[in-house]
């Protein structure tokens, strides 16, 4: 057990060195989609204004367009956020067929169900949330062409955008060695994520930090000093990777928590074994 807590500590240590020398985001097993050729140019972003709409669901956010192409060898991730209140959990869909990132066969049985709390039965909530979700697409080959869909969803609304997948033989071949090599597992990913959270002081919030990989990747969360969260007053990791935070206190929880995502093997220090997703969370007042 030590030794397991040493090599975290050192992952951990690793990533926020590699974060403070660039802004650039390295630690990522695969590059965005915009290695892909895109046509038909269809970026979508919701402004939150004011008036505070907070119960309508939108897709605020994605990195694709209606017709991707793509190169042999070629990998990459599709992304895609969304904001509601309550907070939204996306999944995303293959030629109609759902895509199990992460073992879960339905997201939204176990949503927020941490949060719903005798405590918090008793505050007028703000529950509004912008969740986050990548599909990695690695090593692309012609069978994977067809129409991939982002689907947001609450317990009473449901949103998509989708994409349609095509193969450009045009486009020069990726280097098949630079593929990522699933024989002995694949690398830990965060496949959905609270990326902001808005609620009142005193209330408990679950935030979202969903992964997937081969081993099952283990997950840690860090508070907005940096500080490792164990299961102590005021937190508690959940076993699908959330962080359930009580009473929420803006001197205490107000900021950035940073979920750690890894797989790595004792020895193995690669960066291509750790992801890493940030949360903001702000405190408002409910109206």
Sequence with gaps: MEG?????QRIVSFCLIVASLSQVVVLRPSQPVKAFNRINTFNKRSQIGENREYEKLKITEINFEQ?????????????????ASPPPTIHWLYNGTRISQNGQSNVIEDATKYEKTPHNSRLSLIRWATTTSKLYIDCFDPKMIGLYQCVAETSTSRVSEATSVVYNKDIPPANQASCVDTSKGKPARITMATAFRS???GADVQLFCRASG??????????KHN??????????PLPNGDLLVRRLNARKHQGTFTCIASNSQPGDNSADNVDISETVVLLGRSE
């Design 67 to 83: 017709i991707t192409e793509a190169g042999l060898h070629q990998s990459a991730f599709l992304q895609c956020s969304a904001a």
């Design 199 to 201: 609620e009142v002081e």
């Design 4 to 8: 397991g807590i040493i090599r975290l």
């Design 214 to 223: 081969v081993p099952k990747p283990s997950i840690v969360w860090l508070d």
């Design 227 to 236: 500080n490792i969260i164990k299961n102590r007053r005021g937190y508690k």
